[in-house]
Each structure stands twice: as structure tokens, then as C-alpha cells.
């Protein structure tokens, strides 16, 4: 009976031919250090019940030079060096490491089996395949729907070429395993390519695309990579995208993808009947797509008709988009993507099949004024009944009669022309009168679940709801997510992306991934992330600031006062709040009064609960009476709840004799 010491381990350990691990272990165990079961022969603790280990696992070397890694050995670790909070992930097979494994500082991980089962490759030691059976790419994708994961070499769908049983344990093409570890090639010739791991995470020098796992052909002298598959790119591709099949075509010099607009090398595919050269990735773009960034559908084109050929700027980057090469485009908004900011996050878009390019079932909104009694000679409706008031509502543009009311949609005060109602305390400004009782919500996607195109959102009223978005509390309208129940405040459910605010000379556009904490929001001073900015100077605003009112009323002054984006005085006693008495930032906004010199913090006059209507009712908490929303100035009264005094928004029992008294905090 063999002996072996074994790194990891204090006591020796025997081995155990098939008879011997039966009799031990009733034949069903686990290896110490790969976690996979055993098979004899295998090495077991004689002294330490349950401790086995694969013969492969126990003999593995503590130092191997990989020839796909020819900089610096492999450390073999009994665990990951990273903190419990960090996924440890083999670079071969993408499953997670727990155990034993081979650990390189530049960052490699591997299981030890992986990491040998590499080895064997440049050895042409596959003595675990030689009776494995092989598999036809065409019988098993078409039983497997294609459905078989990726080749842990390359990374390229596993049914795309013949490819060892999956009862292996290894998802591996058979042309993969026999891949030479040296070879030349035309688009490289200073130096041979050497098979690697790519551990500097280089993009492909024909592709442009970064492969994270399995290995590719490189060379160290020149710094670059090359995937396998492309180096012996198919000569024909043919794809139900497009009507023509697709030639391959070698270039010595840059080319510009007709498809995407993008710079191209080496491989370029050429349509010869549309004169067309694209990419080998870009011949399988989606037609159609549904992005989240725009309410309708958009389609791929090579190029733009002439009567759009204005300058057009990508929705989601912002920048011009070269109309004489491949975009996704709506002819309908003239808004139009780069194919790769289109495509840049595989979650937020899903593939439209060409059956249903013609419905457009969700794309017409059906309006909240459900009947025009009268109108005036501009075709404006002077009278109407909405479906969120059980009273008509008259159009109006007298501000200086109702400009302390708030217009109960957006809880904004009263500006432009709005309707109200003769019968009640009810005002909607004539654009929140208008907004549709459906709408898609673009960038919304209900938790945990792939975003599968934009979902309609219904118009509600009469509900106490917190924001998805800028998170305040609400009592106005909201459009609310029938299958995740969240709400969006009309609000932030009207944002357009692009913005002109009257504190700034330029317009604002909205960058989704924009991120750079050493930028401050020019209205606050807050970090910024996901911000509007300016594109011709260094301007730039949070969500709240691009939404922050214009123009509010407060206890501290008689007068509506302004939003106020500049100081009004250079003396520095004079930039004090009027309401906290504290010290002023002279560089952020403010409101102002300019009849009284009043000045005041932002959050100082809006308070916490700035989208709240006073007098409106509450009849969701357990008081057994309706509350009303009110607010006192300067009496301040007991919570009955607390017994600390509400000096902000409180709720009152509407109940005459009933004198209950709470905190908004207390009853929520």
C-alpha cells in the first residue's frame, strides 16, 4: 500500500485501490480538496475519519510553471487569498473556487483540476478523453434548443463545433483540444503567437472584444491578443438579419464597420450586393430592439435617408451620431443610439422579433380628459371632465387670483394657464391635466426581474406614495407599476433629457452612468452621479436641483418667493437664513424674496414633506376619523402619539370634538 505526505495535511495518507475506498467509505466520498466526488484509486487519512483526496489532487505539484502562463508560476493555496466577501472564480471554467487552488499574483485562479487539465493540453496528455465520446453540433443544439453553455477554451457557444460529452466534466470543443501552442498568422507576422491565459485582460486585436476567461493566442513582445476564432474565421456567414450571406475579406488596413460605425482590423465581412463591410460580430445585430431608454421601438439601419440628415445626437452618450453608418434609430422621435451605447448593457434592451415590428399597440396614450364640453376659437378646451375629479374643471390663466394654490398633479404651485374647479379646491395644471392614463416608463425595471420592454404605468390619485426616484413622499398624481407596485411621481415621470432651467444659459442633458465624485451639483453641492450636465461648460445638477421648484410660498414671508441661483448680495452678513439664522454656502441656491430681502436654505423653506397638500384628507392609518394634512405657524401643538410638538406638517382629526393630533413619522 502506497504512502504519500501531502502538503496541507499532518498525518500521511495511504492509497486506497477501488475494493479498499468500497470498504472504507461504501464507495460515496467527497476529495478534502477539489469537493468533487472520489474515484479509486485515491489517497485517504488513515487517522482523520472522512478525509480523501482524488490521486490527481493529492500528487498536484505546490509550484506549477504553466506553459499558458509563462511569466510566473502557479501557487498552490489550501484557500482563496481574498476576503469572505469576494467571489473567488477558476479562470478556466467560471465556477467558483472554495478550496485548494492555483493562485498567481497577477490575479489567476484555478481549480487544480483545471489547472492540470490545461497542462495536459500543451502536453497532449488527454488521457481523461481518450474514451470520452465525441458530440455533432448540429444533433445536439437542435435537442438542446443550442442551450449548452460555452467552451471553456474559447468561450464560444459550445454547439457551434463538435465537442467532448459533457459527462467529461470539461465544456470543451474537440478542435480546442488539439489547438497548437505555437503558430503564425498573417495578421501578426513580426512574432509567432504563443497559446496563453489571457491574464492582462487584453482585447482582441481583431475583435476588440475582452474574453475573461479560458485562453487565447498572444504575444508578450508586442502586448497584444488574439481569440482563437479569430484567427480562423469562417469563410461564409449567412444570418436571418440580413438577406445576403456575408464573404470574408482580409484587410491589412483599418476599416469603419458599416454597421455599427465603428473601426474595424483584419477581418472584415463584405456583402457585395448592398456594399456593405462589417464586422463578423455585427453581421447578427438585432433589427429591432426595445431599449429603455426610449419609449418606442428602434430599428438598425446602415444609414439615414437624406431627410433626416440633420446633425443627430445619441440619446444615451449625447454625442453626434455619423448617420452614413449603422445606428438604431426612430423615425417617428428622430431619436436615435450608437449601436454600441444601444447595446451596451445586455439588460437594459430586449430583441424585438420581425413578426411584431408593426404593433404598436402601447404607443398611442390614452388621454386622462375624458370629455371636452366647451372650447375657445384656438381649439383650446376652456371646460372638461377628468378622469381624477368628479366635478368639471374650467380653464383659467388669472395667477394673481390662485397663485398660492398648489395644482394637485404635481404639487407645484399654480404658474401658466391651469384648470380648477368652480366647486371645489381643486387646480391641475393644463400640462398635468393632459397626461395620459397610461405611459411607459423608460428606465424603469420592476426588482429581479430582465427588463422585456417597457411596461405601462397607470395614472393614480388619492394615495399616500414614496417616489421611486427622487423619494419623497406624495400625495399628488403618480404613475404606479401594476406588477411591482412601485410609484413615479409625475414629476420625475415627465423628465425629458434635455432640460433648459433658467439658471443656466445652456441646455442640460442627462447621463445615466456619469460618475465623478470630484464634480459637486451646482445647485447644492452634493456629489454627482447620474446627473444632467452641461456639454459646453462645467455645469451640472442632481435630480432634485434640475426638479427643485421655481417658485414656492412660505410662513417666513407674504410673498411667493424664488428660486435664486446667484448671490444677490457680496457681503457676507447677508448670506445668512432667514429661517434656521444659520450661515448660507453663497455659492448653492437659495429662495429669495426680492420685495422683502428675504432669504432662506432650500431645505429650509420646502421642509421634509414638500409634495404633501395641506388640507388634503388621510383615511389610510387606524384613527377611526378622516385626518387632514395641516401644517401651523408659529403654534406649534402636542403629538398626541409622541408628546413632542409638531413643528412640521402634522395630521388633525377633520372629527368636530375629536382633538387628535400626530406627527406624520408617528402614524406611518
Same mark, same amino acid.
Given at each position: 500500500?502506497?504512502?504519500?505526505?501531502?502538503?496541507?495535511?499532518?498525518?500521511?495518507?495511504?492509497?486506497?485501490?477501488?475494493?479498499?475506498?468500497?470498504?472504507?467509505?461504501?464507495?460515496?466520498?467527497?476529495?478534502?480538496?477539489?469537493?468533487?466526488?472520489?474515484?479509486?484509486?485515491?489517497?485517504?487519512?488513515?487517522?482523520?475519519?472522512?478525509?480523501?483526496?482524488?490521486?490527481?489532487?493529492?500528487?498536484?505539484?505546490?509550484?506549477?510553471?504553466?506553459?499558458?502562463?509563462?511569466?510566473?508560476?502557479?501557487?498552490?493555496?489550501?484557500?482563496?487569498?481574498?476576503?469572505?466577501?469576494?467571489?473567488?472564480?477558476?479562470?478556466?471554467?467560471?465556477?467558483?473556487?472554495?478550496?485548494?487552488?492555483?493562485?498567481?499574483?497577477?490575479?489567476?485562479? $484555478?481549480?487544480?483540476?483545471?489547472?492540470? $487539465?490545461?497542462?495536459?493540453?500543451?502536453?497532449?496528455?488527454?488521457?481523461?478523453?481518450?474514451?470520452?465520446?465525441?458530440?455533432?453540433?448540429?444533433?445536439?443544439?437542435?435537442?438542446?434548443?443550442?442551450?449548452?453553455?460555452?467552451?471553456?477554451?474559447?468561450?464560444?457557444?459550445?454547439?457551434?463545433?463538435?465537442?467532448?460529452?459533457?459527462?467529461?466534466?470539461?465544456?470543451?470543443?474537440?478542435?480546442?483540444?488539439?489547438?497548437?501552442?505555437? !503558430?503564425?498568422?498573417?495578421?501578426?507576422?513580426?512574432?509567432?503567437?504563443?497559446?496563453?491565459?489571457?491574464?492582462?485582460?487584453?482585447?482582441?486585436?481583431?475583435?476588440?472584444?475582452?474574453?475573461?476567461?479560458?485562453? /487565447?493566442?498572444?504575444?508578450?513582445?508586442?502586448? /497584444?491578443?488574439?481569440?482563437?476564432?479569430? *484567427?480562423?474565421?469562417?469563410?461564409?456567414?449567412?444570418?436571418?438579419?440580413?438577406?445576403?450571406?456575408?464573404? /470574408?475579406?482580409?484587410?491589412?488596413?483599418?476599416?469603419?464597420?458599416?454597421?455599427?460605425?465603428?473601426?474595424?482590423?483584419?477581418?472584415?465581412?463584405?456583402?457585395?450586393?448592398?456594399?456593405?463591410?462589417?464586422?463578423?460580430?455585427?453581421?447578427?445585430?438585432?433589427?429591432?430592439?426595445?431599449?429603455?431608454?426610449?419609449?418606442?421601438?428602434?430599428?438598425?439601419?446602415? $444609414?439615414?435617408?437624406?431627410?433626416?440628415?440633420?446633425?443627430?445626437?445619441?440619446?444615451?452618450?449625447?454625442?453626434?451620431?455619423?448617420?452614413?453608418?449603422?445606428?438604431?434609430?426612430?423615425?417617428?422621435?428622430?431619436?436615435?443610439?450608437?449601436?454600441?451605447?444601444?447595446?451596451?448593457?445586455?439588460?437594459?434592451?430586449?430583441?424585438?422579433?420581425?413578426?411584431?415590428?408593426?404593433?404598436?399597440?402601447?404607443?398611442?396614450?390614452?388621454? #386622462?380628459?375624458?370629455?371636452?364640453?366647451?372650447?375657445?376659437?384656438?381649439?383650446?378646451?376652456?371646460?372638461?371632465?377628468?378622469?381624477?375629479?368628479?366635478?368639471?374643471?374650467?380653464?383659467?390663466?388669472?395667477?394673481?387670483?390662485?397663485?398660492?394654490?398648489?395644482?394637485?398633479?404635481?404639487?407645484?404651485?399654480?404658474?401658466?394657464?391651469?384648470?380648477?374647479?368652480?366647486?371645489?379646491?381643486?387646480?391641475?395644471?393644463?400640462?398635468?391635466?393632459? /397626461?395620459?392614463? !397610461?405611459?411607459?416608463?423608460?428606465?424603469?425595471?420592476?426588482?429581479?426581474?430582465?427588463?422585456?420592454?417597457?411596461?405601462?404605468?397607470?395614472?393614480? #390619485?388619492?394615495? !399616500?406614495?414614496?417616489?421611486?426616484?427622487?423619494?419623497?413622499?406624495?400625495?399628488?398624481?403618480?404613475?404606479?407599476?401594476?406588477?411591482?407596485?412601485?410609484?413615479?411621481?409625475?414629476?420625475?415621470?415627465?423628465?425629458? +433629457?434635455?432640460?433648459?432651467?433658467?439658471?443656466?444659459?445652456?441646455?442640460?442633458?442627462?447621463?445615466?452612468?456619469?460618475?465623478?465624485?470630484?464634480?459637486?451639483?451646482?445647485?447644492?453641492?452634493?456629489?454627482?452621479?447620474?446627473? +444632467?450636465?452641461?456639454?459646453?461648460?462645467?455645469?451640472?445638477?442632481?435630480?432634485?436641483?434640475? !426638479?427643485?421648484?421655481?417658485?414656492?410660498?412660505?410662513?417666513?414671508?407674504?410673498?411667493? *418667493?424664488? *428660486?435664486?441661483?446667484?448671490?444677490?448680495?457680496?457681503?457676507?452678513?447677508?448670506?445668512?437664513?432667514?429661517?434656521?439664522?444659520?450661515?448660507?454656502?453663497?455659492?448653492?441656491?437659495?429662495?429669495?424674496?426680492?420685495?422683502?430681502?428675504?432669504?432662506?436654505?432650500?431645505?429650509?423653506?420646502?421642509?421634509? +414633506?414638500?409634495?404633501?397638500?395641506?388640507?388634503?384628507?388621510?383615511?389610510?392609518?387606524?384613527?377611526?376619523?378622516?385626518?387632514?394634512?395641516?401644517?401651523?405657524?408659529?403654534?406649534?401643538?402636542?403629538?398626541?402619539?409622541?408628546?413632542?410638538?409638531?413643528?412640521?406638517?402634522?395630521?388633525?382629526?377633520?372629527?368636530?370634538?375629536?382633538?387628535?393630533?400626530?406627527?406624520?413619522?408617528?402614524?406611518?
Amino acid at each position: 500500500m502506497e504512502e504519500l505526505k501531502n502538503y496541507g495535511h499532518q498525518h500521511p495518507l495511504l492509497m486506497l485501490n477501488g475494493e479498499q475506498l468500497l470498504g472504507n467509505a461504501n464507495g460515496v466520498v467527497d476529495c478534502s480538496r477539489c469537493g468533487e466526488k472520489v474515484s479509486a484509486p485515491c489517497f485517504s487519512c488513515v487517522e482523520c475519519s472522512g478525509f480523501y483526496l482524488h490521486k490527481t489532487c493529492a500528487e498536484a505539484p505546490l509550484e506549477l510553471n504553466h506553459p499558458f502562463h509563462r511569466h510566473h508560476p502557479l501557487l498552490l493555496l489550501q484557500t482563496p487569498p481574498y476576503t469572505s466577501y469576494t467571489r473567488c472564480v477558476c479562470d478556466f471554467c467560471d465556477e467558483t473556487c472554495e478550496k485548494f487552488i492555483y493562485h498567481c499574483s497577477c490575479g489567476l485562479d $484555478f481549480h487544480i483540476k483545471c489547472a492540470l $487539465f490545461t497542462f495536459n493540453i500543451v502536453e497532449r496528455n488527454l488521457k481523461e478523453l481518450e474514451h470520452v465520446a465525441l458530440e455533432d453540433p448540429s444533433f445536439s443544439s437542435k435537442n438542446n434548443g443550442g442551450n449548452l453553455g460555452k467552451c471553456f477554451a474559447c468561450w464560444e457557444p459550445l454547439a457551434m463545433y463538435t465537442y467532448f460529452s459533457l459527462d467529461c466534466g470539461f465544456n470543451l470543443h474537440k478542435k480546442c483540444a488539439e489547438l497548437p501552442p505555437k !503558430m503564425g498568422h498573417v495578421c501578426h507576422r513580426k512574432h509567432p503567437l504563443l497559446l496563453q491565459f489571457n491574464s492582462e485582460q487584453l482585447s482582441c486585436k481583431i475583435c476588440q472584444v475582452t474574453q475573461q476567461r479560458g485562453f /487565447l493566442y498572444g504575444c508578450s513582445t508586442c502586448n /497584444l491578443a488574439i481569440h482563437i476564432d479569430c *484567427l480562423s474565421p469562417l469563410p461564409v456567414i449567412e444570418d436571418k438579419s440580413h438577406q445576403h450571406p456575408f464573404t /470574408l475579406f482580409w484587410r491589412q488596413i483599418p476599416f469603419i464597420c458599416d454597421a455599427c460605425g465603428t473601426e474595424g482590423h483584419h477581418v472584415a465581412y463584405a456583402c457585395c450586393t448592398c456594399s456593405i463591410m462589417v464586422h463578423k460580430k455585427c453581421i447578427s445585430l438585432p433589427s429591432i430592439i426595445q431599449h429603455v431608454f426610449h419609449v418606442h421601438r428602434v430599428f438598425h439601419t446602415y $444609414f439615414i435617408h437624406k431627410e433626416y440628415s440633420e446633425s443627430l445626437n445619441c440619446i444615451r452618450c449625447h454625442e453626434v451620431v455619423d448617420t452614413e453608418h449603422g445606428s438604431y434609430f426612430c423615425a417617428d422621435c428622430n431619436v436615435i443610439f450608437h449601436v454600441n451605447c444601444a447595446l451596451k448593457e445586455k439588460e437594459w434592451y430586449c430583441i424585438v422579433s420581425q413578426e411584431n415590428e408593426y404593433d404598436k399597440s402601447l404607443d398611442i396614450p390614452v388621454n #386622462s380628459i375624458t370629455k371636452f364640453l366647451e372650447t375657445n376659437d384656438a381649439g383650446e378646451a376652456t371646460l372638461i371632465e377628468h378622469c381624477k375629479h368628479k366635478h368639471y374643471l374650467m380653464l383659467s390663466d388669472k395667477i394673481s387670483e390662485h397663485g398660492d394654490k398648489c395644482c394637485d398633479g404635481c404639487l407645484l404651485l399654480i404658474s401658466a394657464k391651469f384648470y380648477h374647479c368652480l366647486r371645489c379646491d381643486f387646480f391641475l395644471h393644463k400640462s398635468c391635466a393632459e /397626461l395620459p392614463k !397610461m405611459d411607459l416608463i423608460w428606465d424603469h425595471r420592476c426588482v429581479g426581474k430582465p427588463f422585456s420592454g417597457s411596461k405601462p404605468f397607470i395614472l393614480t #390619485s388619492d394615495c !399616500m406614495f414614496e417616489c421611486e426616484q427622487c423619494t419623497y413622499l406624495s400625495n399628488g398624481f403618480s404613475y404606479k407599476c401594476n406588477e411591482c407596485g412601485i410609484h413615479r411621481c409625475v414629476r420625475c415621470a415627465t423628465l425629458p +433629457y434635455a432640460v433648459k432651467i433658467p439658471g443656466h444659459k445652456h441646455p442640460l442633458l442627462f447621463y445615466y452612468d456619469y460618475y465623478d465624485f470630484e464634480k459637486q451639483c451646482s445647485g447644492c453641492g452634493t456629489d454627482l452621479s447620474n446627473t +444632467y450636465r452641461c456639454k459646453d461648460c462645467n455645469f451640472g445638477l442632481c435630480l432634485n436641483c434640475v !426638479m427643485r421648484s421655481t417658485r414656492v410660498g412660505h410662513n417666513c414671508d407674504d410673498h411667493p *418667493l424664488n *428660486l435664486t441661483y446667484h448671490k444677490i448680495n457680496d457681503y457676507t452678513k447677508y448670506h445668512y437664513c432667514d429661517i434656521c439664522e444659520e450661515e448660507r454656502d453663497s455659492k448653492n441656491w437659495f429662495y429669495h424674496c426680492e420685495t422683502c430681502d428675504t432669504s432662506a436654505h432650500v431645505d429650509c423653506v420646502l421642509g421634509k +414633506y414638500p409634495f404633501i397638500k395641506l388640507g388634503s384628507t388621510y383615511n389610510e392609518g387606524n384613527h377611526p376619523h378622516s385626518l387632514t394634512f395641516v401644517k401651523k405657524f408659529p403654534y406649534y401643538p402636542e403629538c398626541v402619539e409622541c408628546g413632542k410638538h409638531c413643528e412640521d406638517i402634522f395630521l388633525e382629526c377633520a372629527e368636530p370634538g375629536c382633538k387628535y393630533i400626530a406627527h406624520w413619522e408617528c402614524i406611518k
